[in-house]
C-alpha cells in the first residue's frame, strides 16, 4: 500500500504534537527526579560538578563513621578510667580506715582488700575494650583518627597500660612475718583455758598475784603496747582474750601440749611481768623477738618497800628540793624531791616516765634495783646526786652501778608486714595520691581527645551538608518552572490536537464535494 500523502497543514500539526510530547516526557522527569540535570548530555559541567561535590560528601560521611566509631573507643577508656579513679579512691579509704587501727593484726586484714582493688584495676582495664580496641590495654592499641577524606590530616591517641599495676606505681601489701614465742606458765600440760592465772605454780611458788601487770612494749620505741592487769578470778581464756582484743600488735593462745601461752606477734614485742606484792616490782622479762639484758645497781643493806620515803632509805638523805639527776644516752633527767615524789616508787616511775630505753624497777628477792636496756644499748646510767643530798654508804643504791651487759643480738627478727606502721600507710598513701594523678592526666588527655573527635565530626556533618546542598543546586530543578512549562505543554498538545481535528474535518468537506 503505498503512504498516505498527507496535507502541509496536518503535517506540521502531528510535528508539532511529537514535540510536545517529547517535551512533556522531559518535564515530567524532571519533576519526578527534582533535578534538571540528570545526564550528563543534559549540561557536562554542571552535573560532573555536581557528582564531584556529592563524592566528597560520601567520602566525609565514610570519615564520620569511623571517627563515631573511634569516639566510642575513646568513651569506653574514659569510662574505665573514672571506675580506676573509683576503686583507686576505695583503697585510700581502705588505708585510711587501717590508719585508724592502732593493732599490727588489724591492720592486716586490709591486706587483702587492697590487694583485690589492685586486681580489680586491672580486670576494669582489661574490660575496656570496644571492638578490639583497648586504649588501657598498652602497646599496639594506639588510636589514629583521621579527619580528612584524603588521609592528610589525622591524629594519635597514645594507649596506657593499666592492666598491671605497677604501671601506677603501686605494689601489692606484703604480709610480712609474724613472730611466736611460748612463755610456760606450768610445769605440767595439765594447764587448760579454764584454769585460774592466780592458781598457777610453779616449784610451789606462785606465777601470778591479783593485781600483777603482764605490760607489752614495741622493743623498737619502747612504746607500751598496753597492760593486763591480773584479777582474782582471771583465767587463761579470758587473760588471752584481753590480750588479743586490746594489746596492739599481739595476739595470745593456749598450747595444750606445752603447758603455755603462744603468743603471735608482728614487729618486734618483749612482755615484761611486774609482780603485784605490796606494791614491790619484780621484773619478770619475756623476751619476745629482742633479748632485753638487764643489770642491777648495788644491793640494798636492807629490805625495803618500793612506798618507802626516799628520804631515810638505806642510809639516804634527802629534803624538799633537792635534786637527783639521771644521765642515760645522751638524754639527762632530773627528779627533784618533793615536786616530783618522795617514795621509791615516785623515783623509778620518773626514771621509767622520762628515760626512753631504760626501765628501772625494785627486784625484792635480790634486794636491788635493777634497770632494763629495751634498745640495744650497752651504756649504764650515770646517777648524780645534787648538792646537801648524802648516801649511807656504799651499800645504797645509788651506788656505783655494775658494767653495763652486753647484749645478745636480735636471733628471730620479724619482717613487719606493710601496713604495720603509720609511716608505711602513709608511704602507700602517697602512691595512691600520684596513681590518682597518672589516672586523671590520662582522663584529661582522652576527654580533650574525645572533644576534638566531636568537634570535628560537627564540622564534618556541616560540611557534607554544604556539599549535597551544593550539588544538588547545580542540578536540581525550579518546580514552579516545571510544573508552569509541563501545564503549558499539555495546553499546546490539546491545541494541536483540536489543530489536527480541524484539518481533517478540511480534507472531509473537499471529499462531500465530489460526493
Known sequence: MSDVMLSYATRGTLLGLNNT???????????????????????SYRYFTSEILQSRATDLDDVNKHLTLNSQIIKSAITGINTINDFLDHAEA??????DETDGFARMDYIDRYNELLSQIENVAENSEYKEKNLLSGSNNELQLIFNESYTTSHVINSVNYTNHKTLGLERLSYGDTGEKSVVLA????????????????????????????????SQSNRSLGKVIITDDMTVQEFNGIVSNNIDNVRA????????????????VYIQHNKHEDRARNGNEMDVGLAAETSSFSPLTAAVNVTDDLNGLDGFTITNGQTIQIDFENNSKTFTYGNDGTTLESFLDFINENLSDLHAYYDPAANQ???????????????TLGAGVTTGGVGTFLGTAPAAPTLSPVTEAVLEHDLHT???????????KAAKQHVNNTEREFSNSLQLVENRLNFSEMMIETLEIGALELVEIDQNKESAKLLTLQTRQQLAMSALSISAQADQSILRIFG
Do not use: C, W
Not at 605440767?188 to 611458788?205: D, I, K, Q, S
Open 21 to 43: 510530547s517529547s517535551a512533556m516526557e522531559e518535564a515530567e522527569r524532571r519533576l519526578a527526579s527534582g533535578k534538571e540535570v540528570n545526564f550528563a548530555h543534559d549540561d
Open 94 to 99: 581502705q588505708l585510711r580506715i587501717a590508719l
Open 187 to 218: 610445769g605440767a600440760p595439765a594447764l587448760n583455758e579454764g584454769t585460774r592465772l592466780t592458781n598457777l605454780t610453779n616449784a610451789g611458788n606462785a606465777l601470778f598475784h591479783t593485781g600483777d601487770e603482764v605490760e607489752f612494749y614495741d
Open 253 to 268: 593462745s593456749m598450747s595444750t601440749t606445752t603447758g603455755a601461752i603462744d603468743f603471735e606477734y608482728t614487729g618486734s
Open 369 to 383: 634495783i635493777n634497770y632494763v636496756h629495751t634498745d640495744g644499748a650497752n651504756a649504764a646510767p650515770t646517777v
Open 422 to 432: 603509720d609511716s608505711k600507710i602513709e608511704s602507700i598513701l602517697l602512691r595512691l
